[in-house]
């Protein structure tokens, strides 16, 4: 009766493993492949995020097949073995698995911050500018844009495309 027990445990482990590897798996893929602007060119090695994962899928299955060979042995002290190295295998693929997520989320939030820069920077350019035409500090500029106070001084033209 206790091997039953055993047995549904090793196997729902085993689709735990297969489905977080395959999760792994495609989130490495997925961050291998996200864009990064300050790289002209990717460099590809055991450290790059594909590789990196699939050595560590390939390095989980060896040790449930192993955790699962001690399981089934006879003795205690194989038993407890197996069932440590299944557990710490389950928690070491549910934490990289939220840390690769993580890692997306970060990424996708930087690439956002950088597309944003140029507008910023043109933002910058324009108060500057607009600045130097009327006599008013950009400080002062900006504190009437947030408080919708009073009119912003407008010169009467700006040349588009021109930079001081």
Do not use: Y
Not at 77 to 96: D, Q, Y
Not at 97 to 122: E, Q, Y
């Amino acid at each position: 009766m206790g091997n039953e027990f055993i047995l549904a445990g090793v196997a729902a482990g085993g689709l735990f493993t297969l489905a977080a590897g395959a999760g792994l798996l495609h989130l490495g893929t997925m961050i291998d492949r996200f864009p990064d602007f300050r790289e002209q060119e990717r460099k590809r090695s055991l450290a790059s995020p594909v590789a990196s994962t699939r050595l560590t899928v390939v390095l989980c299955w060896a040790l449930f097949i192993l955790g699962t060979a001690l399981l089934l042995q006879a003795g205690r002290l194989n038993f407890i073995g197996g069932v440590v190295l299944l557990f710490s295998e389950t928690l070491f693929l549910a934490t990289a698995l939220g840390l690769s997520f993580a890692v997306l989320h970060t990424m996708r939030t930087n690439a956002k911050n950088v597309k944003l820069a140029p507008d910023i920077a043109d933002l910058e350019t324009a108060l500057i500018r607009i600045s130097r035409e009327t006599g008013v500090s950009p400080k002062v500029l900006l504190a009437r844009l947030r408080d919708n106070s009073e009119p912003v001084p407008v010169p009467a033209r700006i040349p588009a495309g021109t930079q001081e």
